[in-house]
T-cell receptor
């Protein structure tokens, strides 16, 4: 079956760095997305990886290893506004998004 | 970036009534739109995929007669929750995917919070 695993909750300190891991098993693979979702709001796009390697975009970076079925989202210089849920989603062979349950990130001062 | 709007953003209705939610792609044509529901502290659950001009494809366990989806144009899809009951209370989110050839991104609407009394 298809499955996405990511930690349920993580805590980090303002100004620090945090890495949120995601492993996936899908029928075919057409890329991996990371979304940020604040409580009561719709998800907002953060990154898309389809090739192996690291994509850097400001304070956020995303990494993909297709052979390992693994991705991570790296957040640097954490700010209080980064407190949110981070959703990992893989695009399968039918171009359907398979969603993880999300990682709730708590930032402490 | 591409913008998707959703209306209404919040609706409260009585049990037994029907509620229509609209999803519009404002600056691009969306051949495919998706409808999700999300319960508190849970991830998104895909309800159905709608393609312009054809019938929606419903996920297993989603009642097509209860959740009516119409994708009449390349910029508009509607979800009608018929004979709503309190257990239908949820956060409903639509997303749209652009024509083939673009990045496989889905652009999300802001969501509609439905409360059925």
């Amino acid at each position: 079956g298809q499955n996405i695993d990511q930690p349920t909750e993580m805590t980090a300190t303002e100004g620090a760095i945090v890495q949120i891991n995601c492993t996936y098993q899908t029928s075919g693979f057409n890329g991996l997305f990371w979304y940020q979702q604040h409580a009561g709001e719709a998800p907002t796009f953060l990154s898309y990886n389809v090739l192996d390697g690291l994509e850097e975009k400001g304070r956020f970076s995303s990494f993909l290893s297709r052979s390992k079925g693994y991705s991570y989202l790296l957040l640097k210089e954490l700010q209080m506004k980064d407190s949110a849920s981070y959703l990992c989603a893989a695009l399968d062979s039918n171009y359907q998004l398979i969603w993880g349950a999300g990682t709730k990130l708590i930032i402490k001062p | 970036g591409a913008v998707v709007s959703q209306h209404p953003s919040r609706v409260i209705c009585k049990s037994g009534t029907s509620v229509k939610i609209e999803c519009r792609s404002l600056d691009f044509q969306a051949t495919t739109m998706f409808w999700y529901r999300q319960f508190p502290k849970k991830s998104l659950m895909l309800m159905a995929t709608s393609n312009e001009g054809s019938k929606a494809t419903y996920e297993q366990g989603v009642e097509k007669d209860k959740f009516l989806i119409n994708h009449a144009s390349l910029t508009l899809s509607t979800l009608t929750v018929t004979s709503a009951h309190p257990e239908d209370s949820s956060f409903y989110i639509c997303s749209a995917r652009g024509p083939a050839g673009e990045i496989n991104e889905q652009f999300f609407g802001p969501g509609t919070r439905l409360t059925v009394l």
